[in-house]
């Protein structure tokens, strides 16, 4: 059972260009969330998706949206790139069962550089 | 709202020798919380969780966490190093009924050990 996937494993853009990054969960779910970790620094939550519909979103600017597919596969995408986006994208896959708490798998992510 | 303080940026220990990394968490409600390991250049592995049953919690590697309401801590021990240890953590939170799962997660601690 391959666990989530995400691609590219490194990117390297410059500012003011737009960035697709793209995620594949784990086999069974349906759940996506995104996040940024910065050098040095915790992950921090960009947003969820379910249902083909963003469901959260954390304090991150309009230039970050994303998109979730029929097969629950989803993409970050980021515009208007800046030196502070540089960091590994993690994407996170669960199973919404309803319950109060989902466990999130992590994929190995993609490590993006602006230059 | 919910946060997470990790002591210590860094913890050097040599091998055999106790583990102890140290989180505080702040939740206006129950929390639910984790520890997860990161490898260079990989994702986030989830060591062990707290989801309000049991307050000592056993996860993989020889890991453990106790929740202690009181001092609202959940901090990470192992008995003996192993050089394979080395790595950074993250302690995360996340709130409980009615949540999308979102993670708030600390800024980390490296773990150094020595042989």
């Known amino acids: 059972d391959a666990g989530v996937t995400q691609s590219p494993t490194h990117l390297i853009k410059t500012r003011g260009q737009q960035v697709t990054l793209r995620c594949s969960p784990k086999s069974g779910h349906d759940t996506v969330s995104w996040y940024q970790q910065a050098l040095g620094q915790g992950p921090q939550f960009i947003f969820q998706?379910?249902?083909?519909?963003?469901?959260q979103r954390g304090n991150f600017p309009d230039r970050f949206s994303g998109h979730q597919f029929p097969n629950y596969s989803s993409e970050l995408n980021v515009n208007a790139l800046l030196l502070g986006d540089s960091a590994l994208y993690l994407c996170?896959?669960?199973?919404?069962?309803?319950?109060?708490?989902?466990?999130?798998?992590f994929g190995p992510g993609t490590r993006l550089t602006v230059l | 709202a919910q946060s997470v303080t990790q002591l210590g940026s860094h913890v050097s220990v040599s091998e055999g020798a106790l583990v102890l990394l140290r989180c505080n968490y702040s939740s206006s409600v129950p929390p639910y919380l984790f520890w997860y390991v990161q490898y260079p250049n990989q994702g986030l592995q989830l060591l062990l969780k707290y989801t309000s049953a049991a307050t000592l919690v056993k996860g993989i590697n020889g890991f453990e966490a106790e929740f202690k309401k009181s001092e609202t801590s959940f901090h990470l021990t192992k008995p003996s190093a192993h050089m394979s240890d080395a790595a950074e953590y993250f302690c995360?939170?996340?709130?409980?009924?009615?949540?999308?799962?979102?993670?708030?997660f600390g800024q980390g601690t490296t773990l150094q050990v020595k042989p």
């Open positions: 995360a939170v996340t709130l409980g009924s009615g949540n999308t799962g979102k993670l708030i």
């Open positions: 996170a896959s669960s199973w919404d069962r309803g319950e109060r708490y989902n466990e999130q798998f």
């Open positions: 998706y379910y249902e083909e519909e963003e469901r």
